[in-house]
DNA sequence: TTTGATTTTGAGCGACTGTTCAAGTTAAAA
DNA sequence: TTTTAACTTGAACAGTCGCTCAAAATCAAA
């Protein structure tokens, strides 16, 4: 009995979360979203309920790259700090022309749902704490692998970083010569090994 | 012969743009400004021509309020960095809960107008631009004033100020104990001296 | 007081928005 | 092959968008 579905997915909500993250929530239109993820109306919202729930998926999913990513450059570099050292530039300067956006999706959910009683914001906002605290178990690491001293915590490890990581995306956003880019992170990873 | 505008140019301009910083330029519709500005469609066309004219106008008024704020820390300050310190705590301590939005209106044009030939996208370049030169000859004073070793530029140490500035107001964008923005931003100028 | 250029008003235009749903299509089960 | 539940389609809805413009209101000059 039925028939099956016939989209993917996992490869809609991609997608769907390249747009998003390019143009943001409120001006990508449902129909940018028919035309990019090839599907009609009344399949999308028998799959995803209503944009909002699209994006909510799309978020997620973005959530879930960003750590597997930083999980790939750990896994092929001998330590947690030359990871996201690693994960940084990559970010920075390698994917910066292929990326929808020098800023992280995050960010921009976050400051584009201020209403403080919107359902999308308080989601950016437990995807940020959750990431945090991701970022923490990777410092916790560092610092007990003696990498980093144990003068700050892993906490505000993790806090220095993403003032770093998130001050550098907003100034590299606008063009730049990329030649300042990289003395500029070495910068941030020289800051850190003397906090 | 003739009538008399009944508005008040720059503070209709003043009212405009705190709300095109708290929602943004896309969500901020033209019922949205009429009723907030306390104008009429016809009145507002002629007076800006369009929605991205007023949007325009909001956007350069505040960069001279920046400036301007500064300014005014400078002047009761002893030193340039204390007056800049003076002015980091009162946008991210002090004025956080008045103010449209935790994150700078240019940063967040800047990732609004992704689009590479918009208009509005090549205005806020222009003020990010101008903003930039503007902390230079700043810090090119701090570093006269022997403020500041002259290890770095007075560019290098605008390029760190906003990279420090962007990245904490991001951070304290999410809703957090103040306590913990006093010691990052007492982290901020402790780093800054030791460059 | 009359004149007439200027400003203000607000109904309304065409385009676009997120969303719905009846009709059509599909394929596994009978 | 027939049945039938699941899935897809796309026309269409009610609402909102940025914006226009004829008409009303305003006030300095004549």
Redesign the interface.
Known sequence: MANKVKFERENVIRVASQLFW???F??TSTRDLQEAINMRPGSIYAAFGSKEGLYSESLKDYTVQMKSQIDGFLASSDTVVGGLRAFVENVIIKTKDCSP?A?CML??A???F?EKDASLYELS?DL??KFEAYLTTLFAQAIKNNELSSNLTALEYA??F???????R??F???RVEQ?AQP?IN?MFA?IK?L
Request: aromatic share 8%.
């Open positions: 390019e143009k943001g409120i001006a956006s800023i960010v921009k976050n400051s584009e201020a906002l940020s704490a806090q220095f993403q003032v770093q990581f998130t001050g550098l907003g100034y956003n606008r063009p300042l500029m910068q800051l003397k």
